[in-house]
């Protein structure tokens, strides 16, 4: 068992990630490529990285400051939340409006405006619960 977001639950992500055929298809019909790090709102830097190129998950491991194309932080309270009961785009939506959960890296809103980002983004949250904290 390890903690939220270290390198060793990266690599873990990185698989579920990867066994999802609901995110690694639709975002390598886009041939997304992205560093997407993860880490809590009162953190000065994310924690963890995933490189993900056409849509599968090559690199998971600690940020180290890396280029990043998405840096998406909550609290470690929204965090354990969504890991015990993944969110829907509505409670995403309700937390990046009043701040909870905010993109310090990225356009959530171009992310939304693209399905095949939109539903994978969702998706990845559902993975994340599999990953054992």
């Given amino acids: 068992m390890s903690e939220l977001f270290t390198a060793e639950w990266m690599q873990a992500y ?3 990630w990867n066994s999802s055929k609901q995110i690694t298809e639709p975002l390598a019909e886009i041939n997304f490529c992205s560093v997407i790090a ?22 998971g491991g600690a ?10 932080r909550a609290s470690a309270e929204i965090w354990a939340h969504w890991l015990a009961s993944p969110p829907n785009m509505t409670k995403i939506g309700i937390a ?3 701040r909870k959960m905010q ?4 356009d959530y809103a171009s992310m ?5 980002m939109a539903g994978p983004f969702i998706k990845s949250f559902e993975v994340m619960s599999k990953v054992k904290v």
């Fill in 14 to 16: 990185k698989q579920a």
């Fill in 38 to 59: 993860y880490g809590f709102l009162e953190g000065e830097k994310p924690i963890g990285v995933l490189t993900v190129e056409n849509g599968i998950a090559v690199d």
């Fill in 63 to 72: 940020y180290t400051d890396q280029k990043l194309n998405w840096d998406i």
């Fill in 96 to 98: 990046y409006t009043t």
């Fill in 103 to 106: 993109f310090k890296t990225g």
């Fill in 112 to 116: 939304l405006r693209e399905p095949r």
